[in-house]
């Protein structure tokens, strides 16, 4: 069975940092476009960041730019977001996916160009 597992979550105070991570069980995300989104309580999905299959490519919403750094470990089928100087409204179950196109990522990040997503991880950001 295909899945993809997050953790790392957890509840931090405003400013403080976390990374999450997403590896791919049964399921080989090396070289693969991955993408991080998240939903808050009451709100749609959106999306965070991806990267591209080999890394050297990023992409990422405004509202976490300078603030999060998603990188990848091949070696080890594993994505991950690292969260600083995070703020209330990141609260939010974060969920990795994979893109649907390959290596290659477009240059947009919405919830139709990936597929296979992973349970979530919980994200809570106190004031």
């Known amino acids: 069975q295909v899945q993809l597992v997050e953790s790392g979550g957890g509840s931090v105070q405003s400013g403080g940092s976390l990374k999450i991570s997403c590896a791919g069980a049964?399921?080989?995300?090396?070289?693969?476009?991955m993408g991080w989104f998240r939903q808050a309580p009451g709100k749609e999905r959106e999306g965070v960041a991806h990267i591209d299959g080999g890394g050297g490519s990023t992409y990422y919403v405004d509202s976490v730019k300078g603030r999060f750094t998603i990188s990848r470990d091949n070696a080890k089928n594993t994505v991950y977001l690292q969260m600083n100087s995070l703020k209330p409204e990141d609260t939010a179950i974060y969920y990795c996916?994979?893109?649907?196109?390959?290596?290659?990522?477009?240059?947009?990040?919405?919830?139709?160009?990936?597929?296979?997503w992973g349970q979530g991880t919980q994200v809570t950001v106190s004031s």
């Open positions: 049964g399921y080989t995300i090396s070289f693969n476009c």
């Open positions: 996916a994979a893109g649907r196109y390959g290596s290659a990522c477009p240059q947009r990040l919405i919830d139709a160009d990936f597929y296979t």
